[in-house]
C-alpha cells in the first residue's frame, strides 16, 4: 500500500476534516510503502517486530539474528518433543529463535481486534524447556512445559515469571534512527503537527529494505533511554529491556502543572496549543480499573514508568489527566490518580462532536476544532472528583430543581389535617421521633397519618411494630380507611359494621399499602435487622415510609470494645454515664446507652437520606416510665424525657408528642394534643401545637372546628 493510499485511510475519509488540510492529499506517491503493510500471515520477515518491551528481528534485516540451530545436530530428540508440546497449545515455535525472547500471537486471545504479537515465548537454547507469557490485559495466560520430566504442559497463571531483566542503553547510531522523510512529515501535518515540533521532540523513522516506521524517542536529561515505532496498522512496539519512563519527560523538569495523554500524537498536539508540560503514557490503557488494592512499587509493572519518573512527578502541584475519552481512557485516568493522589489531581472533559459523541483525545480535537480549542479545553479541567468530597458545583442541577420544585414534595407531603399543615408537613429523607405517656394515641395517631399520606400521594409504608399483634393492627388500619367498625360491640355503638365484601376490598388495600417487618422467634430485633429488612422493602416493593414502634422493644445490646464501634482512649477515661447519676470507671469498656443511642440514630438517619424514605420512630419517655404516673400531674413531657437518651431531640429532624386529654373538667377527653417540638427544616413547618378530634369508633383523627 502507498504513502497516498495511507494517509487517505487514516484521514481524507472522515468527514469532519477541514476543507483546509485536504489539499495534502496530492502528496507524491512513493516507489515503496512509507510503512509496512499489514501482514498477511503470523510470521513478518520485512520488519521489527515488537510487543510489550520485547522485540525480534528477522534474519534479513539484522546480521546479528540468531539462527535456529539444526534439531539433528543438537538435541534433536528433546526439541522435537518441546516443538510438539507447544504446538499441541498452538504455539507457532518454526519462527522461535532459542535463547531469546520471542513474540507470537496467543493462540488463547488471538491478540485481540488488532491481531497483537503479545505473547512472549522463551526456548531454552538447548532446547530442553519453554516458557511464555501474554502481555494483553485482557488474557494474561502464561505457563511453561519441559521437553521430559513431565506428561503434560504447566500452564496455568502464577503471579509472575520470574526474570533479571538487564536494563540496554542504545543511542540513536545503533538503532539506525533517520530523520523522518518528507512522506512522514506530510502525515503529521495532516494531523495539524509541524515539523517544528516533531524535530524538537525527535520523532523520527526506522528503515527496513524499502520499508519504515515512525519512531517516538523516549529521553531523560538527554540521554535516548527508549524508542517506541508505530507501523501504518497502528500497531506499537518498543525496543527490548529499556527502561520504561514518560514520553517527553525531559519537558516537565521542575514544573508545577503536569499533563499526562494517552498517546505520543496527543502529547505533540498539546505542544500546538502550547502546551509543552505535557507527558504521554508509553503503555496505554487498561480496559478496566483494577478492584484490586493497590500493589507495592516493586511489583506495580505495568505502571513502573511512574516510579522511574517519581523524581519528577513529586515536584508538580497539579495533574491533568487528559487521557482519552473511551472506558480505557478513564480507567487510566483512574490508575493514574490512584497513584500519584487524587487531590492534585485535575481531569479533562472533551467537547462534543455532535449531539451523541465527544472527541476521544487530545489530538482529534486538535485536528477538528484547532489549537484554540484545545487550549481552552485545557484551561477549563476540572477537579478530579475525591470520594465524599464535592463541591457545590457537584449539586447545581439538585439546587435548581429545589428552587423550581421540579419534583413537587419539596415542601413535603401535607398530613391530611388542616390544623397541622402548618407545623408539620412529612418530607422524604427525614427521621420523626413520637413520644407521648402511655394510652396517649402515638400509634394510632401515626396510622392515621400513614392512611391519610396514602390516600393523597399513593405512598406505601413498611411497618415494624413489635407491640400489635397482626390482626389487631389490620383491624385498626381497616377501620381508619374504611371509616367503619371492625366488629358490631360496643366501641362500635350504632355504627354500621364493615361488610365483608369492604372487608375483602380492605384486606386487599392492606395487602398493597404495608409490608410488615416481624420478628418471629422470641428473640429482639436488632436495628440493624429492621433496616435491612426496609431496604429491602424499599427496593422491592418501594416504600417511602418507615414506622419502628416502640424503641424499647428493639434488642438493645451495646457493643464492647471489641464490637462493632471502636472505642478510643477518651471513652475509656473516666466519665459520667448521661443520666444515671454514677461514673463509669477506667477500664469498663461497654458503650453508654446514650453513645448507642447516637450510633443507633446515626444509622437510621442514613438509612432515610440513601432510600429517600420518611421515618416515624416511636419512643417512650423515661421519667413517666420509672414513676409509673404515680407523681404525674397530667401535663404532656418533653422530648428530652424520652427514655435512652437526649440525642433522641439532637438528631431527629422532626419531635412530636402526641398526648390526650384524660381530665373531664380541663376539656373534652376525646381532645389530642399533637406538639411540634422540634422542626429542623423550617420550609416543612415550626414548632408549634394543634388539636385533634380521636372518632373512638373509626380511630380516624379529625380537625377539631
Not at 538447548?126 to 512445559?145: E, I, N, Q, Y
Not at 507495592?296 to 502541584?317: I, R, V
Not at 415510609?545 to 422493644?553: A, M, R
Not at 454514677?582 to 438509612?607: I, N
Request: charged share 30%; net charge neutral; glycine share 6%.
Amino acid at each position: 500500500m502507498g504513502s497516498k493510499q495511507f494517509l487517505k485511510s487514516t484521514f481524507f475519509s472522515n468527514p469532519l476534516t477541514p476543507a483546509s488540510h485536504r489539499r495534502l492529499s496530492n502528496t507524491r506517491k512513493l516507489p515503496f510503502s512509507a510503512f509496512p503493510s499489514k501482514p498477511t500471515s503470523r510470521t513478518q520477515p520485512c520488519c521489527l517486530i515488537k510487543t510489550n518491551g520485547y522485540s525480534s528481528v528477522s534474519e534479513a534485516s539484522d546480521p546479528r539474528a540468531v539462527v535456529l540451530e539444526d534439531p539433528e545436530e543438537k538435541n534433536a530428540s528433546q526439541f522435537r518433543i518441546l516443538k510438539q508440546k507447544l504446538e499441541d497449545l498452538g504455539l507457532e515455535c518454526d519462527i522461535s529463535v532459542p535463547g531469546q525472547f520471542n513474540h507470537l500471537i496467543c493462540p488463547m486471545c488471538n491478540g485481540g481486534d488488532q491481531e497483537e504479537r503479545s505473547l512472549s515465548l522463551f526456548i531454552e537454547q538447548d532446547g530442553s524447556s519453554a516458557l511464555w507469557v501474554c502481555f494483553r490485559a485482557k488474557c494474561g495466560w502464561r505457563g511453561s512445559t519441559r521437553a521430559f520430566a513431565e506428561s503434560k504442559p504447566a500452564y496455568e497463571r502464577p503471579n509472575k515469571i520470574a526474570r533479571i531483566k538487564k536494563i540496554r542503553e542504545i543511542t540513536i547510531e545503533d538503532l539506525g534512527l533517520e530523520p523522518p522523510c518528507d512522506e512522514i512529515v506530510a502525515y503529521f501535518s495532516e494531523r495539524m503537527i509541524s515539523k517544528e515540533t516533531m524535530q524538537r521532540n525527535a520523532v523520527m523513522q526506522k528503515r527496513y529494505d524499502d520499508q519504515f516506521a515512525i519512531a517516538f524517542t523516549y529521553w531523560r536529561n538527554g540521554n535516548l533511554i527508549s524508542c517506541k515505532y508505530r507501523d501504518i496498522n497502528k500497531k506499537f512496539w518498543q525496543e527490548a529491556d529499556t527502561e520504561k519512563i514518560f514520553y517527553g519527560l525531559d519537558d516537565i523538569k521542575e514544573a508545577s502543572d503536569i499533563i499526562i495523554v494517552e498517546g505520543e500524537m496527543d502529547k505533540l498536539a498539546m505542544e500546538e496549543a502550547g502546551f509543552r508540560n505535557c507527558v504521554s503514557v508509553p503503555d496505554g490503557a487498561p480496559p478496566c480499573v483494577s478492584e484490586k488494592d493497590l500493589p507495592p512499587k516493586e511489583t506495580d509493572t505495568k505502571y513502573q514508568y511512574l516510579w522511574n519518573c517519581k523524581e519528577y512527578l513529586k515536584k508538580a502541584s497539579r495533574i491533568i489527566l487528559a487521557t482519552d475519552g473511551d472506558v480505557p481512557g478513564q480507567a487510566l485516568a483512574e490508575e493514574l490518580a490512584r497513584r500519584v493522589g487524587r487531590e492534585r489531581c485535575w481531569r479533562v472533559k472533551w467537547p462534543k462532536k455532535n449531539e451523541v459523541d465527544h472527541f476521544k483525545d487530545a489530538n482529534e480535537v486538535l485536528m477538528y476544532m484547532g489549537p484554540d480549542v484545545l487550549k481552552e479545553v485545557i484551561e477549563n479541567a476540572e477537579l478530579y472528583p475525591i470520594r465524599g468530597l464535592f463541591n457545590f458545583k457537584d449539586y447545581f442541577s439538585e439546587i435548581d430543581a429545589y428552587y423550581y420544585r421540579t419534583f413537587g414534595d419539596e415542601f413535603g407531603a401535607s398530613t391530611g389535617w388542616r390544623s397541622l399543615n402548618h407545623l408539620y408537613n412529612v418530607v422524604l429523607g427525614e427521621l420523626t421521633v413520637v413520644t407521648g405517656v402511655p394510652n396517649s394515641g402515638k400509634s394510632e395517631w401515626i396510622d392515621a397519618l400513614l392512611c391519610n399520606l396514602n390516600e393523597s400521594m399513593g405512598w406505601k409504608f413498611a411497618l415494624c411494630s413489635m407491640e400489635n399483634k397482626v390482626r389487631e393492627h389490620a383491624r385498626k388500619l381497616l377501620e381508619k380507611h374504611m371509616k367503619k367498625p371492625f366488629f358490631n360491640v360496643r366501641y362500635g355503638e350504632s355504627a354500621q359494621r364493615m361488610s365483608p365484601e369492604e372487608l375483602e376490598q380492605g384486606k386487599e388495600w392492606l395487602n398493597e399499602t404495608f409490608h410488615l417487618i416481624r420478628c418471629e422467634d422470641d428473640a429482639l430485633p436488632s436495628i440493624k435487622w429492621v433496616l435491612d429488612l426496609a431496604k429491602a422493602a424499599v427496593l422491592r416493593h418501594g416504600v417511602r415510609g418507615l414506622v419502628i414502634d416502640p424503641y424499647n422493644e428493639l434488642d438493645h445490646q451495646r457493643p464492647s470494645s471489641h464490637g462493632d464501634i471502636a472505642w478510643t482512649e477518651e471513652r475509656k477515661e473516666i466519665r459520667r454515664t448521661a443520666g444515671s447519676g454514677r461514673l463509669r470507671e477506667e477500664g469498663d469498656e461497654r458503650e453508654t446507652e446514650t453513645e448507642y443511642v447516637s450510633q443507633m440514630l446515626t444509622q437510621v438517619k442514613r438509612f432515610a437520606q440513601h432510600h429517600a424514605c420518611h421515618v416515624w420512630f416511636v419512643a417512650h419517655p423515661r421519667q413517666l416510665l420509672v414513676q409509673q404516673l404515680q407523681n404525674w400531674a397530667g401535663e404532656p413531657p418533653n422530648l428530652y424525657d424520652i427514655s435512652g437518651s437526649a440525642h433522641f431531640i439532637n438528631k431527629c429532624d422532626n419531635g412530636i408528642v402526641v398526648h390526650r386529654n384524660r381530665d373531664p373538667d380541663a376539656g373534652p377527653v376525646d381532645q389530642v394534643q399533637i406538639i411540634v417540638r422540634k422542626v429542623r427544616n423550617k420550609v416543612a413547618g415550626t414548632i408549634g401545637e394543634a388539636y385533634l378530634a380521636y372518632d373512638r369508633v373509626t380511630g380516624r383523627y379529625i380537625d377539631i372546628q
